[in-house]
């Protein structure tokens, strides 16, 4: 008789997951009702806070990896995790806002100290190059709680008629499609020796979660007469691009992190971990060829419509005063609490409709000059190009073609892609 050959036993399959279930990172099957159970971080965290003791770095950041880990909703098949860079907006800004609408000082006070906080935040997250979704957050919730007040304590009020409230309802509608556009590819390259397809939506989330990663270093190789004494460079630093000839044939860099030959004014985003053509910038997402229109369009809608707003909401709340003067000087809106509350949003969205205005207003100039933000960075760290008006305008004289063609190339990006043949050569 033949020898019968023993086979593995078979892995019992997993049993599906109720929606208060989830996997762990350490791989086990994990509930939300024990969210608060075996935290050995934060016991000992709390031991040294309570003795005065220090707490070590490595132990913070385990207790917010934890954290992050265990926060999370019901859901169906499973619990899902909860980003927790999401959540300060959301209990924050209404309490922030509340608080500054009882004086006129503390208004001074909450609303000097929310900007400054912010930028705290995005340089820290810049700085360690991490993804976060708190802008993202910060915005959409600014949006949608401005809306809400207005609705809340402005509508009632009986000034703001149905076709106004209509117009401003369409802006804000414009506004969140925009950013869905915004939010799309923005020109995202991929090595073509991967037979992977385009780049969907996990892989993308997949780069975002490795982040940058250096890679080893790679021989200099003469590929199609391109990588020439090439040497690879670290992406975490911007190397210099120079144009041979024209323009539209700028030199290609090799991207060691992305294993492929990046075209002419592309760049390798250090935040999303993934190369991108024609990249300006990384806010609340990355601006590229592909999205670069759509981000121009959110930032005009948003700043016609806060403008908008704003109007309506001064008028409104100060009814004997033009809005420039009223801005200034409302006398009596904080002797009720409503128009104090009214009165403190409107201070907010100034100061935020601020901001995106000087971000619009260098989107322009960029676009005239037909340079990226990117390429500015770099012009003015390496002080090369022409600066005008004390750096506001840098031309870096490669790409600028006039004004009419600057432009009309910007509003034919992404619509006719060009596929250099030296991505082939990865």
Known sequence: MKPVKKTKAEEPELEPLCCCEYIDRNGEKNHVAACLCDCQDLDEGCDRWITCKSVQPETCEKIMDTISDR?????????????????????????????ASWHFLLGAVVLTSLPVLALWYYYLTHRRKEQTLFFLS????????????????????????????????????????????????????????HNDGALGGSQVECLNRKGPEKTKAFPSADLSGGLNNRAPKDETKDSPRTAAGSPAKGKE?????????????????????????????????????????????????????????ITLTLDTICTDRSVFTALFYCPGVYANYSSALCFTC??????????????????????????????????????TGRRLLCGLIVDTGQYNRGFLRNWHQFSTLGAHPFHHPAEDIV
């Open 71 to 99: 926060l999370r909703i019901p859901w169906l098949r499973g619990a899902k995790k909860v980003n927790i860079s999401i959540l300060p907006p959301l209990f924050l800004l209404p309490v922030f806002l509340r608080v």
């Open 138 to 193: 910060l915005g959409l919730f600014s949006l949608g709680y401005m809306y809400y007040v207005f609705l809340q304590e402005v509508v009632p009020k009986g000034r703001v008629g149905p076709a106004r409230l209509a117009l401003l309802t369409c802006g804000l509608l414009l506004i969140l499609f925009a950013l869905y556009r915004a939010k799309k590819n923005p020109g995202y390259l991929r090595n073509p020796a």
């Open 253 to 309: 860099d090799w991207c060691a992190t992305c294993q492929l030959v990046r075209p002419a004014r592309a760049w390798h985003c250090r935040i999303c971990g993934i190369c991108v053509r024609r990249m300006d910038h990384h806010c609340v997402c990355c601006v590229g060829e592909s999205n670069h229109q759509a981000f121009i369009l959110a930032l005009l809608v948003f700043l016609l419509t806060s403008v908008y707003g």
């Open 346 to 383: 409107v201070w907010y969205s100034v100061i935020i409709t601020g901001s995106m205005a000087y971000i619009f207003l260098i989107q322009l100039i960029n676009i005239s000059y037909n340079v990226t933000e990117r390429e500015v960075q770099q012009a003015l760290r390496q002080k």
